[in-house]
């Protein structure tokens, strides 16, 4: 005797199910994105390794320019002492204004991979997932971070083999560190702060070309600011690559320095420069 066949399974009451559309594309509570915020950062983090492990020639280009900087800036001017340093050799100074140079240079244009990203349809996926605008931003300059980090870890062992007298404290060494991050952080915000007003990265690559040497020159990455003309203190003031630096000479020299405002106010740039940058973002995908 056959058996009888099975009744049909009721329809689901949900409106989604009925019409064949899962339910994770209904709109996200936001705070279930701030909870994958952990896992996003190093998932981009990861990413940006990665792409160093595969491709080490960007590594060693942009190791040149530090160590021209170092080998043949920083060794005249230590011989002529035409820059007073308190009595350390110029090319000790030098050292902290370079890494925190390169980790810029390397941030600046960070926001020629998000018009990329919007370019060949990824940014548009990312919009879509459970996290908000601002936590994909705190990823992506977080993964900035990283990139720098292993710009000022050659920068360091080019100083180190220079007889740069550098500390190696390791808990100094991690607030190098953290000192870094949040300058590449606020640096890379910037970079696609402007990417959400150029939308085109032709555009963006000649305003950072534009600002990256004011940036430098306009902070005392060279020079004490107390050398500089009384207009060029004004910008050295309101420049976060003054406060990077200064933070980076004394934790990794030792000379007189502020490191608890250092780290406020980058900390605030960097939270500036996501808030900006998160509101532009929804420019970028239209």
Not at 56 to 72: D, F, H, N, S
Not at 268 to 275: H, K
Request: proline share 7%; hydrophobic share 55%.
């Amino acid at each position: 005797m056959s058996e009888a066949p099975a009744a049909p399974r009721a329809e689901s009451a949900d409106p989604a199910r009925v019409h064949g559309i899962d339910l994770l594309l209904t709109p996200p509570q936001p705070r279930a994105g701030w909870r994958l915020l952990p896992a996003r950062v190093g998932a981009m983090c990861a990413v940006e390794l990665q792409k160093l492990r595969h491709d080490r020639t960007e590594l060693y280009t942009r190791a040149v320019q530090p160590a021209l900087w170092l080998l043949i800036f920083g060794q005249t001017f230590t011989r002529i002492r035409a820059i007073p340093t308190g009595g350390i050799p110029y090319v000790d100074y030098l050292a902290p204004g370079i890494i925190a140079q390169s980790a810029m240079f390397i941030a600046i244009f960070y926001g020629i991979q998000i018009i990329w990203e919007r370019d060949a349809g990824v940014l548009n996926k990312l919009l879509v997932t459970p996290t908000p605008r601002s936590a994909l931003i705190t990823g992506k300059a977080f993964a900035a971070g990283v990139k720098s980090l292993v710009q000022a870890v050659v920068v360091l062992l080019i100083a180190a083999l220079l007889g740069v007298a550098l500390t190696w404290n390791p808990v100094k060494l991690l607030a190098v560190a953290a000192i870094v991050v949040l300058g590449s952080a606020f640096f890379s915000c910037l970079s696609m702060t402007i990417a959400g007003v150029v939308l085109s990265r032709d555009r963006l690559m000649g305003i950072g070309q534009a600002i990256t040497m004011p940036l430098f020159f306009g902070s005392n990455a060279l020079y004490p600011v107390s050398v500089m003309p009384g207009w060029l203190q004004a910008v050295s003031k309101a420049n976060p690559l003054s406060y990077e630096v200064d933070a980076l000479r004394g934790l990794l020299l030792g000379t007189p320095h502020h490191l608890a405002s250092d780290f406020v106010v980058l900390l605030v740039a960097a939270a500036l420069g996501v808030t900006a940058a998160s509101a532009l973002l929804g420019r970028l995908a239209r």
